[in-house]
């Protein structure tokens, strides 16, 4: 599987199916569901954490380092994906529509390479 030919209705049904191997739909409320993937997003943090941004973009570069933020990051994708499963969500409309709401609430000629419109361009 790889994401060039892999959609996001299989990598659900492959949530959905090891989730239903279990039995674990009972736990799967979305309260925990949400509360799992908060957790699992702060251990993806964890391997951030107190270096700078340009030591964080080696971590790629550490086969260690870059498998273990793989497996977080794998982590806090199935339980957004479960939260989706037990919620009807469907994940693709929902991304779709929150890009168009932030493209109006962020243009481009306001925002195009900096975070707010009062703050400064960066220098080039």
Same mark, same amino acid.
């Given at each position: +599987? !790889? ?7 299989? #990598? /659900?049904? #492959? *949530?959905? &199916?090891?989730?239903?191997? /279990?039995?674990?739909? $009972?736990? @799967?409320?979305? %309260?925990?569901?949400? +509360? ?8 993806? +943090?964890? @391997? ?8 964080? &973009?080696?971590?790629?570069? &550490?086969?260690? %380092? @870059? #498998? =273990? *933020?793989?497996?977080?990051? =794998? ?8 939260? =989706? !499963?037990? +919620? $009807? ?5 929902? *991304?779709? $529509?929150?890009?168009? %709401? !932030? =493209?109006? %609430?962020?243009?481009?000629? $306001?925002? /195009? ?12």
């Amino acid at each position: +599987m !790889n994401d060039s030919d892999t959609s996001i209705g299989v #990598l /659900r049904e #492959l *949530v959905r &199916h090891f989730v239903d191997e /279990r039995n674990w739909s $009972q736990f @799967h409320a979305p %309260k925990n569901l949400s +509360m799992a993937l908060a957790i699992e997003a702060a251990e993806l +943090m964890e @391997h951030f954490q107190w270096i700078t941004p340009e030591e964080s &973009h080696q971590v790629r570069n &550490h086969p260690e %380092k @870059h #498998l =273990a *933020v793989r497996e977080e990051l =794998a982590d806090v994708i199935c339980y957004a994906l479960a939260i =989706a !499963n037990v +919620m $009807q969500i469907d994940i693709a409309t929902a *991304v779709e $529509q929150k890009v168009r %709401k !932030n =493209a109006e %609430k962020y243009p481009v000629d $306001q925002f /195009r390479g900096r975070y707010g419109p009062e703050d400064p361009a960066p220098v080039e």
